[in-house]
């Protein structure tokens, strides 16, 4: 019994990192068709972000997780403008976009190195101590990972179907002619897209790094897992992200259980090869993935 | 005679380099019923697209409500008051038939406005009323048509232009969407059709412009149009 509650929290607090993580590179996948590479470093930089402003300025946690949206939504605009919005008419966005986010991603990483240094440092954005739950401690920053990332979900499943942003990111991401039609201004909507979608990796930062340590290297696992999620429900779907993102973490967890920790990542590898072999276009997707 | 609400003057227009449209010419006054006719594949979508933004115009200048729009981008031209039901409906198939609607009004925020416009759709599209909650992909090629006209008409726009609503309907549905088209007519509303079906056309049309091969072959009204039989067949093979 304490085994499965172990397992199950654990999983829990994984997916719920992962889901972060993951519906913000879904919701740039499904309205631009852009997989964002650079995700992972906007991520990084939300965590230091939180670090710089707790630590170094000694402000209050609040300022530092503000910092991470601020910061990460920032990073999404600036894709946007030096690179998205220049590139989005040419032929071959995907792929050059793809490559972009690629190089801008590595640049972003190196910035990191240069101005925090290669050592890991610890999140001061975190909380200690446990709660017992059937006998069972399980450390309060799990708990309170697991309350954010629910709480995140809710708030973009409320942006998306109850504002009038939500509705036009929606349809742009279904129609793109049809919403120009409507009067939406696409590459506004894009930008906003971005700039949500970074909001969203800032904060998931905060939650990879409270977990594990800071480092310049620490977006790619997450972005890793994330790519595997999307993958998993279907390119560019929020909902099935949201899902997928719970159900790999509690695989993950129970995986690292039954077989050992190094084996978590090959077994969700396994997992993606024999769900694309079963579901090509993943778990949730469209029989055609949808451009815009 | 007034300014004409939409005047299109000698348009030139394509894709990548070849010419779809050439000197394409065609006037439109506020509270007329105008269709465009001809074969498949001659250029009448394409002469949608330039005037509601989709496509830029290689040529020419087109006029609305007496500003030079030539070159705006359709949401521009939307917020203009300038609606176009586009073929093959192109809706928003993941959301609801009422979130559908409600992006037709996007440009609007005076919610009693949007209910009104709402209130007068579901008058003419009853079909809508019974089907609010269900995903446009799930609907029928009828009821998608109906949602795609209802949309365009929430815009409440000072133009309204559909095309080819009839297609790909079968003839019952056809002229159920007829009876919605002469509806909005007869409510004074402005409206470009784009058909290939002439005779139908002809019968609701103040004035009818033949297209053919990307350039304005014949213009009228419906009765002249009716009148000589020799257009329809030499155009339209019929």
């Known amino acids: ?292 | 005679m007034s300014d004409p609400l939409l005047s299109v003057c000698q348009v030139f227009a394509g894709y990548t380099g070849r010419d779809v449209l050439r000197d394409i010419s065609l006037d439109v006054h506020e509270g007329a019923f105008v269709s465009v006719i001809g074969p498949n594949g001659h250029g009448k979508s394409t002469l949608l697209k330039c005037i509601s933004g989709l496509l830029r115009t290689g040529g020419g200048s087109i006029r609305f409500s007496g500003d030079d729009v030539t070159g705006l981008a359709a949401p521009a031209m939307a917020a203009r008051g300038l609606v176009h039901v586009p073929q093959g409906d192109m809706l928003f198939a993941d959301m609801t038939v009422q979130e559908n609607l409600m992006m037709g009004a996007y440009l609007t925020s005076d919610r009693a406005v949007i209910r009104r416009r709402l209130d007068e759709v579901h008058a003419i599209l009853p079909r809508l009323a019974d089907r609010r909650q269900q995903l446009a992909r799930t609907l029928s090629g009828g009821e998608r048509r109906m949602v795609a006209i209802g949309r365009g008409l929430m815009a409440g726009g000072r133009l309204t232009m559909f095309d080819e609503p009839s297609l790909g309907l079968a003839p019952v549905i056809i002229d159920q969407i007829y009876d919605v088209m002469t509806r909005l007519r007869e409510s004074g509303r402005t409206i470009v059709l784009v058909e290939e079906n002439a005779m139908r056309a002809a019968r609701q049309s103040d004035r009818m412009y033949l297209l053919d091969n990307g350039a304005m072959a014949w213009q009228g009204n419906g009765e002249e149009f009716l009148a000589r039989p020799e257009v329809i067949r030499s155009y339209l093979g019929g």
């Not at chain 1, 966005?93 to 190196?110: D, P």
């Not at chain 1, 990972?145 to 939500?166: C, E």
């Not at chain 1, 480092?215 to 279907?234: N, R």
């Open chain 1, 1 to 292: 019994m304490e085994v499965i509650v172990q397992v199950i929290a654990s999983g829990l607090t994984l997916g719920a990192m992962y889901a972060v993580a993951a519906v913000g590179l879904a919701l740039v996948y499904g309205a631009l068709g852009m997989l964002n590479i650079a995700h992972g470093a906007i991520l990084t930089f939300g965590g230091y972000a939180a670090f710089y402003v707790i630590t170094s300025l000694g402000l209050p946690m609040v300022a530092g997780v503000a910092a991470a949206v601020v910061v990460g939504a920032l990073l999404g605009l600036a894709i946007y403008v030096v690179l998205v919005h220049g590139m989005l008419s040419a032929p071959a966005f995907e792929t050059n976009i793809f490559i972009a986010t690629f190089g801008i991603g590595m640049a972003l990483e190196n910035v990191v190195l240069k101005l925090f240094g290669a050592y890991p440092a610890a999140q001061p954005l975190a909380f200690d101590g446990a709660v017992a739950v059937f006998d069972v401690f399980i450390p309060v920053r799990n708990i309170v990972i697991l309350v954010a990332g629910i709480l995140l979900m809710v708030a973009t499943a409320w942006l998306l179907t109850r504002t009038q942003t939500g509705n036009a990111i929606r349809a742009t991401a279904q129609n793109r002619a049809a919403a120009e039609l409507m009067g939406v201004r696409v590459r506004w909507i894009y930008a906003q897209v971005l700039a949500i979608s970074g909001a969203l990796a800032g904060v998931s930062g905060i939650m990879v790094s409270s977990l594990t340590n800071l480092s310049p290297t620490m977006g790619g696992d997450p972005m890793l897992k994330a790519f595997i999620v999307c993958v998993v429900a279907g390119l560019g779907n929020v909902y099935g992200a949201m899902i997928a993102a719970i159900a790999l973490g509690l695989v993950e967890s129970t995986a690292q259980y039954l077989l050992g920790v190094r084996f978590g990542l090959a077994t969700l590898l396994v997992l993606v090869i024999l769900t694309l072999i079963w579901r090509p276009h993943g778990l949730f997707g469209r029989t055609q993935v949808q451009r815009l």
